[in-house]
Nanobody, 119 residues
Framework: VQLQASGGGLVQTGGSLRLSCSAS????????MNWFRQAPGKAREFVAG????????IYADFGKGRFTISRDNAGQTSDLQLNSLQPEDTAVYYC?????????????WGKGTQVTVSS
């Protein structure tokens, strides 16, 4: 599975962005999809995950109520809706495919997309 994240950009505090991860390969629907982020000088952290069927989602505490992960198996995409963005959300966001939606044990990673939130 090859992954490519897109949709990042510059947004003001309180704004929204929708990130998209497009996948190639026939097995996309068998993988859980996850999103991570890495801010400058910080370790990469789990943001959200969704099961292969889309019936279960998991969020990091900082994303609950603000971020929404979704997927479209027919279109082979996974989106991450980011609302009420804050400067501390500034980071490179990555999508990844693996066997679980909790950010553990990812098999494939996409190149990141930069999200910058101005204060």
């Amino acid at each position: 599975v090859q992954l490519q994240a897109s949709g990042g950009g510059l947004v003001q505090t309180g704004g929204s962005l929708r990130l998209s991860c497009s996948a190639s390969g026939r097995t996309f629907s068998t993988y859980a999809m996850n999103w991570f982020r890495q801010a400058p000088g910080k370790a990469r952290e789990f943001v959200a995950g969704i099961t292969s069927t889309g019936d279960t989602t998991i969020y990091a505490d900082f994303g609950k109520g603000r971020f929404t992960i979704s997927r479209d198996n027919a279109g082979q995409t996974s989106d991450l809706q980011l609302n009420s963005l804050q400067p501390e959300d500034t980071a490179v966001y990555y999508c990844a495919a693996g066997r679980s939606p909790n950010g553990v044990g990812m098999d494939y990673w996409g190149k990141g997309t930069q999200v910058t939130v101005s204060s």
